[in-house]
């Protein structure tokens, strides 16, 4: 019987989730702010790319073809200038598919 009881169902307890930083105490302010850098520039990326690509599928049901490039845009009047992209980051248009991305450098 007390070979049934340590046995078990065969299940593993379940393990606790692992976190991404070490948890020290005297590292938990640099931690906190490069998390907050990091979540700013996420911010940007997604903010820039979603208001871009609105406006390349207004051109598309407004002209009926996508934009040959980005500058297309401006010139005809449907942004006044293009946004920045973050720091360390481009915009990646393909104009076959009206596809936006935000890379890297």
Known sequence: MAVVLLAGCGEKPAEAPKSSGAGNPV????DYLGAVA???KTMEKT????????????????EGRYPTALN??????????????????RFDYAP?????RVVRQ
């Open 72 to 89: 297309e845009l401006v010139t005809r009047g449907y942004l006044s200038s293009l946004p920045n992209p973050p720091a360390g980051m």
């Open 27 to 30: 590292t938990a302010p640099v």
């Open 38 to 40: 990091r979540a700013k």
């Open 96 to 100: 076959q598919t009206g596809e936006l």
């Open 47 to 62: 903010i820039d790319g979603v208001a871009l690509t609105q406006t390349i599928q207004l051109f598309y049901a407004q």
